[in-house]
């Protein structure tokens, strides 16, 4: 059974593909698995061990041979499944249930993946939190948040539940929980991925990307899904700009020092580092990305703030109202804030192949009541740049703490290559 987890995501297709291992033999290991950790950690929304099985049986008998065949896939509640209940973190559609797959979802399945269920997100993936835990907590009757929105992807991830989750960011929510959960987190460039039946909070903002084990999983489960090749550079000149970001009084000592450490290994491995400042167009981004935010909020959830008000958290009926607040000729000058802050960024990687930036204040804070700070990525986000989170280490209180690698827009294979060559050199130590 360990050798089966062990195994790639590109390893498991490859194998189910050449018939030297079955689908169901895959899915029978995964389950296993998730019996043994799910009543502690409850990262699943849903899920059924036996509709899991009758996809991966249904792949052995049709020979399959796609990209991605046999291999098991967390699916996050806020994207549309056909076959499973579709939430969205909220009691308003708690009995929903699509007509169709997410086109994101639907590729998976036609590439011979497996969809084991539906992980807990946040409320409508915004700020209240699930009832998930994070497995790397030292105490798991007093657990530490696994981070969030994308709180059971990170943590079926991180717990060796799946080898490869979906996860959306409209603020932090993939390399945040990537973060805390001591995993991957593959934030692409806006667009990339289709966001065709996941459920809208921020329409400018809603990027969908992935967790894993390892940073070539993420690049090659992306890749097939975006019809790309991120082809994995180890070698080579690596320019990188090291960026404390506006926010660096926010950064705990132990994320400083997870950001010195990262720097301090890319240079051993022949990367020529420096310090990166940021242009002043950039100063305020992470404030504009919260207003755009709340503002595409309020449009895209009008409707159940007007039939469905109590049933709402507080904290989103907050994000609301301050949308509401807005208006329109406000969000379309923020908008040009935003689209100035691009342009200054792409001038920077003139002179940089990759930033390097903190991916979190800090480790994953004690207590299921809030999912920690976003301010870290809000800015990366905004600007629609890929990032990925490396885990470097662990904090004071024996909890992962990661750094976020930020590569140009629509060239991911240079953030995904810096990912992979820290990621080696950490692992390396």
Same mark, same amino acid.
């Given at each position: 059974?360990?050798?089966?987890? #062990? ?20 899915? !029978? ?6 019996? %043994? ?6 990262? =699943? ?6 509709? %899991? ?23 996050? &509640? ?15 559609? %708690?009995?929903? !249930? ?34 998930? *835990? ?83 999983? #993420? ?19 690596? !320019? ?26 890319? *240079? ?11 242009? !002043?167009?950039?100063?305020? $981004? *992470? ?27 507080? /904290?989103?009926? &907050? ?5 509401? %607040? $807005? ?46 700070? /976003?301010?870290?990525?809000?800015? =990366? ?17 024996? $909890? /992962? ?8 827009? =629509? ?7 810096? #990912? ?10």
């Amino acid at each position: 059974m360990s050798d089966m987890l #062990a195994l790639s995501v590109r390893e498991i297709a490859r194998r189910v593909a050449q018939r030297a291992l079955s689908a169901e033999a895959i899915a !029978r290991t995964y389950i296993q698995r998730i019996e %043994a950790q799910e009543p502690v950690l409850r990262a =699943w929304q849903y899920f059924d061990a036996a509709q %899991a099985l009758a996809q991966a049986r249904r792949i052995d008998e049709a020979g399959a041979a796609g990209l991605l065949a046999g291999v098991p896939v967390a699916v996050k &509640d806020m994207m549309d499944t056909a076959d499973m209940p579709s939430g969205y973190g909220s009691p308003i559609y %708690a009995t929903h !249930r699509p007509a169709t797959d997410a086109a994101a979802v639907a590729a998976v399945r036609a590439a011979g993946g497996i969809v084991l269920g539906k992980t807990v997100t946040t409320e409508f993936a915004t700020f209240q939190p699930g009832p998930t *835990a994070n497995p790397r907590s030292p105490d798991l009757s007093a657990p530490h948040t696994p981070g969030g929105s994308s709180s059971g992807s990170a943590a079926a991830v991180s717990a060796g539940m799946a080898p490869i989750a979906f996860g959306t960011q409209t603020a932090a929510s993939i390399v945040r929980p990537a973060s805390f959960c001591g995993i991957v987190g593959y934030k692409p460039t806006f667009g990339t991925l289709p966001t065709a039946g996941v459920k809208p909070l921020a329409p400018s903002l809603d990027t969908l990307g992935v967790l894993s084990r390892n940073v070539d999983d #993420a690049a090659f489960f992306v890749g097939v899904l975006a019809q790309r090749e991120f082809v994995i550079e180890k070698t080579g000149a690596l !320019r990188v700009g090291i960026c404390s970001t506006p926010h660096w009084d926010a950064a705990t000592p132990a994320s400083r020092q997870a950001l010195s450490d990262a720097a301090g290994l890319l *240079a051993t491995a022949g990367a020529v580092v420096s310090q990166a400042a940021l242009p !002043r167009a950039c100063s305020n $981004l *992470a404030e504009v990305q919260s207003a755009i935010m709340s503002y595409e909020a309020w449009l895209a959830y009008a409707p159940e703030y007007y039939t469905r008000a109590n049933d709402l958290s507080q /904290p989103f009926r &907050d994000v609301l109202a301050a949308g509401a %607040a $807005l208006g329109g000729a406000r969000y379309a000058a923020l908008q040009n804030e935003a689209e100035q802050g691009r342009y200054a960024l792409a001038t920077l990687f003139d002179r940089f192949d990759v930033l390097l930036a903190p991916s979190a204040p800090g480790e994953a804070p004690a207590g299921l009541a809030s999912t920690g700070d /976003p301010l870290f990525s809000r800015m =990366w986000t905004l600007l629609g740049n890929p990032c990925v989170n490396v885990p470097i280490g662990l904090g004071p209180a024996g $909890l /992962p703490i990661g750094v976020t690698v930020i590569g140009p827009r =629509w060239r991911d294979e240079v953030a995904l290559s810096a #990912a992979a060559r820290l990621e080696q050199a950490a692992g390396a130590r």
